[in-house]
């Protein structure tokens, strides 16, 4: 009787899962090959700020191992304010008058604008967008 109930309970949890996923994407203001689009770009950029990261950190470290031995001065680097990094970290939210696809796309963009990328009236989080604020879609572990 009991594992006939667990069976059951499985099976009312897939079938929820698979209505609240179907519908959700039914409601999404974004086309299916869209959002195709979308995780490949953010796939790409991903790769390439890690792979920006990694360059960068790796100058500024020899440059200040250099400067140890060497009992100098570091030349001046541009690496970005705290500020910077916790704009491009923070939640995305969609708003369909601005398309942005990640944060740092967000904060490129307004930057020339102004200096703010805080929500503006209109944005709003998208549960089928959800995969924007994912920290590593098929990446190595590492960044």
């Not at 009992?71 to 704009?87: G, L, M, R």
Request: proline share 5%; glycine share 4%.
């Amino acid at each position: 009787m009991f594992p006939v109930l667990g069976w059951i309970l499985i099976a009312v949890v897939i079938i929820f899962l698979l209505i609240f996923t179907s519908v959700s994407r039914c409601l999404s203001p974004v086309s299916f090959l869209q959002l195709k689009f979308w995780k490949i770009y953010l796939e790409q950029e991903q790769q390439i700020l890690k792979s920006q990261a990694t360059e960068h950190a790796t100058e500024l470290a020899k440059e200040n191992i250099k400067c140890f031995f060497e009992c100098a001065h570091p030349k001046e680097s541009n690496t970005p304010s705290i500020k910077d990094w916790q704009q491009i970290s923070s939640l995305y939210t969609f708003n369909p008058k601005e398309q942005y696809y990640s944060m740092l796309h967000k904060y490129v963009n307004r930057k020339e604008k102004s200096h703010s990328i805080r929500s503006n009236e209109g944005d709003a989080v998208i549960p089928v967008l959800g995969f924007v604020d994912t920290p590593g879609m098929n990446i190595t572990a590492g960044l």
